[in-house]
């Protein structure tokens, strides 16, 4: 009776085993699925960036940069507040209306919405140098790396900063809405360094909820869709602490 005992609960424990390993790498997959998704987007964005700016600028034969008639209705015309504000929308109906949308309409408008977000922020490449901006680029990604490995591996529970975390963000925007009208540069630094700690709290957190989301049990096609509603969130922290840091680092023109 012992020994038969004993080999019920080997076997338990043998099938617990088994389960814990199914689980572990099921969330591997998740994760590095999400991870793609997000990589793609960054990639997508940098190219339609690059793209823009090519069309929106020439060379005078004096060696000079100016813009063409794109660059000028892109940057100096009204229809550059449909381009700054277009991405805002797809977040929007991507937050609000995900539940509705199929896992392609998901999709497509989250390349969409990448595709925006680089013609949007294309005027990067006017403001800074080349290689200012693919040095704060690697130090954003490490950083990024490094953020996104600690809410993965950390046994905190970081769900207590999400409030915090969501003030800092609006206090973030609401600064940055009134320096457009002050135009103070120790605003804008402020802005800019509270700005990174809030998206790299963001980062952390959202790894975190990410991989604990991941044990709930969905059905695939929600999987599906918060997969690329995930990507998004890391998206957005990963761009935002790009241009941030860029503002601080970054080598003017």
């Not at 046994?155 to 600064?175: E, N, Q, T």
């Not at 630094?189 to 998206?199: E, N, T």
């Not at 997969?227 to 990963?238: C, G």
Request: charged share 10%; proline share 2%.
């Amino acid at each position: 009776m012992a020994f038969d005992n004993l080999r019920t609960t080997a076997r338990a424990a043998g099938r617990s085993t088994t389960r814990t390993a199914e689980l572990d790498a099921g969330l591997r997959r998740h994760m590095l699925g999400i991870y793609n998704y997000m990589a793609s987007g960054v990639l997508l964005t940098g190219i339609v960036a690059y793209l823009v700016f090519t069309m929106a600028v020439a060379q005078t034969p004096g060696g000079q940069m100016a813009l063409t008639a794109f660059g000028q209705a892109i940057y100096l015309s009204p229809l550059k507040w449909v381009l700054m504000l277009s991405p805002l929308a797809f977040i929007l109906v991507l937050s609000f209306g995900v539940h509705r949308l199929s896992t392609p309409a998901t999709q497509g408008l989250f390349w969409v919405f990448c595709a925006l977000m680089g013609a949007s922020i294309s005027s990067i490449f006017l403001q800074y140098t080349g290689t200012s901006i693919a040095r704060v680029f690697f130090i954003t990604a490490a950083a990024f790396a490094g953020l996104s490995l600690y809410g993965y591996t950390t046994k905190r529970d970081l769900s207590g900063m999400r409030s915090f975390l969501v003030m800092g963000l609006i206090g973030v925007i609401i600064a940055s809405l009134v320096n457009l009208f002050l135009a103070s540069s120790a605003l804008h630094f402020a802005v800019s360094v509270i700005g990174v700690l809030v998206f790299a709290g963001f980062t952390a957190y959202d790894t975190q909820r990410i991989k604990s989301e991941y044990y709930h049990g969905y059905d695939a096609a929600t999987m599906a869709k918060k997969s690329v509603m995930d990507a998004l969130m890391l998206y957005l922290s990963f761009i935002n602490m790009f241009l941030l840091l860029l503002s601080l680092f970054g080598n003017r023109e």
